[in-house]
Every structure is written in C-alpha cells, then in structure tokens.
C-alpha cells in the first residue's frame, strides 16, 4: 500500500499543482479550472445522468467493432499461417492496409453508414483487425514444427493438430496483438466521435467544449483517458492469467 | 569430350533458370493477383451502379482526382504541411524522448518522477485531451505539433529505458574496468548497444506522428491531407475523400519503407543487419 502510494505520487503532486494553480489564477481558469471543480462537474454529470448515457452507446461502439475483430483478425490470421493460398491472397493486402493511418478512413464510414453506431462500428473493426490479424499470423506461423510433426506422427488429424498445437502455439502473439487493438479501439472512438456523432464520450467533450462548460469538458477528458488505462490493465490481467500455462 | 559436357550443362542449365525465372514471376503474379482483384473489383462495382458514386467512386475517377490535385499543385501544399507537422513532431519526440529515458535510466529521482507518468500516460487514448490543447494552443501548427508530441513520445521514452537496461552488463563492467569515464561510457558503450531497440521504439513513433497529424488536421481544420479530407467530406465531395486516403496510405507506406532503410544504414555494424530483412 505504501509502495503504490510512493509510486503514484509524482501523478498526486501534479494534480496538486494543477489544483494551486489553477486557485491562485497563475493560468485563466477558462484554459484550466481547479481540479476540485473538475470532480464537481463530473459527479453532476454522473447524477444527471449524461455520463453514463454516452458510455453506454461508447463502450457499445468499443465492444462491437472489437469483438468483430477479434473473432474475424484471429480466424484470418491463423488461417493465413495454415493455409499458403489464404497467405498468397490475403498477405498483400493486409501489407496494403497496414501503414494506412486507419484515422483517414473516418470520412468514409460516415459515408457508407452515417453519423450513428454503424460507422463507428466499423472504423473499430477495420482498424483492429490489422493488429490482431499480425498477431494471429506470427504466433501461429512459430508454432514449434516439432510439436506439429510429433501430434502428426501420433495420429492426430490435421485439425486437431491445429486446435491443439498450433492455436495455444500462437496465443501470447495473439493476446499481444489484442493488446495493441484495445488501446486503438479507444483512440478511433474517440477520434471518431469528436468528428461526427450525436452521443458518445467523443460528442460529450465536443458539446461541452463549445457550451463553455470546461470543467465538465476537462472531467470527461479524464473519465476517458481513465476508462483505456484501465482497460489495458485489466486486460493485462486477463492474458497473465490466461498464459498462466506456459510457466 | 569437353564440348559435350559443355552443351549438355548449358542445356540443362537454361531451362533450369528459366524455370526458376518462371517461379519467381508467378509468385510476383501471386501477390500482386490479389490487389489487382481487389482494385478491379472496385472498379466495376463502382461502374455497375450497384452504388452510388457517392458512396463509392470510380477508381479511375479517384485517380483522375489525384491527378488533378497533383498538378494544380494542392497534393504538393497539402503534403508538405502534413509531412512538416508529422516530422517536427517525430523529431521532438526523438530528442526529448530518448533524453527523458535517458535521465530515467541513469537517475534515480526522474526515474521516480517519470515512471508512473510514463505507465499511465502510454495505454491512454491521449486524442482525448485534443480539446484541451486546442483550449490553450489554438488551431494552428503549435498545438498540432504539441499533439504529435504528446501522443508519440511515450514509445520512445518506454523504448529507451527498456534498450538500456537491456544492455548487457559484461559490456559495461569491461569498458569501466579499462577506464571509461562516465561520459565515454554512455556515449562509447551503453547507447551504441541500446540503440536497435530505440530505433525500434522511433519506428513506432513515426507512424503514429503521421497518424496524430491527420487527426489533429482533421479535428482542427486548415490545409494539410486531413484537413482538405474534411473539408471534402463537408462537401459531400466523395471522390476527394477517397483521393485522400488514398494520398495519406501512400505518404505513410513511403514513411515506414523510410525508416526502415534508415535502421539498415545505422546499424550496419550491428550484427541484425546480416539477419534477413523483415520489414
């Protein structure tokens, strides 16, 4: 406990001068409102409500598009280090689509699906995809050829030799790509929703922000930044236990 | 004697590399088979009026468009303002980043001032606080540029704290037990052998430069590729949308082929230069 407590103290330290700060005037309350007031301004919003309207349509967005991507990025991908057709079809257009900052590709989804979930739905799913399909592709690809060669000489069907060699083989690569893909799905929501949408964490700031209401902005700011921490590190608690196997 | 042998190894030598030529060709065929699909299909749906060329233009019109855009010199203004922002950016993170990550390896106070900013500020979606640079920055260049920064430096910082605690001690007891100093040391020792993986926290950044660029752009209107985006998009003008992602996956292939023949160049000394390339 008093560890932790020494550890995090640097982050209690600036949040006490973001707070001294703010009370002595040193910077316009417009451009940073005290600290105290930010928590003000966010229990409101958590009392009235609007907090948690807009996560829920967010967090709905973020389960979507990542669950899709996770299910279709890790089929393709093992599929791609299995099959050497999949791979010959697949790989260079996977190697096309990765350096394209998914961010650009916004304007479209709005185009093909308008301002609501859809297209945050999909901007989710395409751009996670490509991490997770990376992953899938490299784990599955370093499957120990011993492993496969000595379940194969024992009898095993190539089936079995993929759900039980080569799918636990290619796991931490996968839960890594995973990894990278929850952190992006956070940024292309909200990227998303500061553009274009009508709820959502991303349209909260926007609407608050051209209302006035900065402390209320800066709250939601937080909430947010909080909410992917967070997420990463329960995440990462799921993976050390579910690789809890290997040592 | 001699002249037998000579035609039968160039008879059997001839077809041999042409069918190793012929191989060669079809596995090329192979890879590019795909896109090609890909991009025909586009095409004739595009022509089909299954949509509308709203919803999806023609490929030759997007590249009509690109045309166009890059004669009356527009592609040019518009790459070159995002390039800016996206290396200015990248070149701060570069400099700060590897300095803070130095200071937190060698001292133990920025060590336990930085850590826990740097373990909760990496996993943040950091676009997040985009309203609140522009609540203090503006829209223009400054606070675009302080966007790139704060969302790339933490690979960098993360990046060289790991390569030099990754450098191995061997190397470092022997160069202080023949008299380094400590300067030599850091400079002579210990960044030399940490820098493929620094160069591999910059590789991450660098793309993610690029990426910020165009959301800010995006978010904060102006020229540059993510601004003329959406000043498209507001338009309804469909085929300039599609001539931009087309223009930013382009500007951001050619970046990452970039940077990885820079990391050949700079580390060709290093033995990971002899490994077979990957990226």
């Known amino acids: ?247 | 004697m001699a002249g037998l042998e000579q035609t039968t190894a160039g008879r059997d030598g001839l077809p041999e590399k042409a069918a190793r030529l012929a191989v060669i060709i079809l596995w090329a065929g192979a890879r590019v088979f795909s896109i090609v699909v890909l991009l025909a299909a586009w095409e004739i749906l595009a022509r089909s009026g299954t949509f509308t060329p709203y919803q999806l233009p023609a490929l030759s019109a997007v590249l009509e468009r690109i045309w166009s855009d890059a004669v009356n010199g527009d592609l040019a203004i518009n790459t070159a303002l995002t390039l800016y922002r996206a290396l200015a950016g990248f070149a701060i993170c570069a400099v700060v980043g590897v300095a803070i990550g130095m200071a937190m390896s060698r001292n133990v106070i920025a060590d336990w001032f930085f850590d826990p900013i740097v373990s909760v500020g990496f996993p943040m979606p950091k676009i997040a606080f985009l309203p609140v640079i522009v609540l203090w920055l503006g829209v223009y260049d400054t606070a675009k540029i302080t966007m790139i920064v704060f969302d790339a430096i933490f690979p960098v910082i993360a990046a060289t704290v790991l390569a030099i605690k990754g450098v191995e001690r061997e190397l470092i007891w022997s160069a202080r037990n023949m008299g380094a100093s400590k300067r030599e040391l850091l400079h002579q020792v210990i960044l030399p052998a940490a820098s493929p993986q620094i160069m591999t926290g910059l590789q991450v950044a660098l793309p993610l430069s690029l990426i910020v660029a165009v959301v800010a752009e995006m978010l904060m209107g102006g020229y540059g590729l993510g601004g003329a985006m959406m000043t498209a998009a507001r338009f309804a003008n469909s085929t300039s949308v599609f001539a931009g992602i087309v223009e930013i996956a382009v500007v951001g292939y050619v970046l990452i082929k970039a940077m990885a023949l820079t990391r050949r160049r700079l580390l060709l000394w290093h033995p990971e230069a002899n490994a077979p390339a990957t990226a």
């Open chain 1, 1 to 247: 406990m008093r560890r932790t407590l020494l550890r995090y103290l640097p982050l209690l330290l600036l949040a006490i001068v973001w707070e001294l700060a703010a009370r002595f005037e040193l910077v316009s309350n417009t451009a940073l409102p005290p600290l105290t007031d930010v928590i003000r301004s966010w229990v409101e919003l958590l009392l009235d409500g609007e907090l948690l309207t807009n996560s829920v349509s967010s967090l709905y967005r973020i389960g979507a598009g990542l669950g899709l991507s996770i299910v279709v990025g890790a089929v393709l991908g093992i599929a791609m280090a299995w099959w050497k057709p999949v791979n010959v079809l697949i790989a260079p257009i996977v190697e096309v689509f990765y350096p394209v900052p998914k961010s650009a590709l916004i304007p479209v989804t709005v185009i093909w699906l308008g301002y609501g979930d859809g297209s945050k739905i999909l901007l989710i799913f395409l751009g996670c995809m490509v991490p997770v399909t990376i992953g899938a592709f490299n784990g599955a690809r370093a499957s120990e050829q011993v492993l496969v060669w000595s379940a194969r000489s024992m009898g095993a069907s190539k089936l079995r030799v993929l759900w039980d060699v080569v799918v636990p083989g290619a796991m931490p690569e996968l839960l890594n790509g995973i990894r990278t893909a929850v952190a992006l799905s956070f940024i292309l929501l909200v990227s998303s929703e500061l553009i274009v949408a009508q709820k959502g964490f991303g349209f909260l700031i926007g609407s608050l922000g051209a209302g006035g209401s900065y402390s209320a902005m800066y709250a939601v700011v937080l909430t947010v930044a909080f909410l992917g921490f967070a997420a990463d590190r329960v995440y990462l608690q799921i993976t050390k236990r579910t690789l809890a196997w290997r040592d």
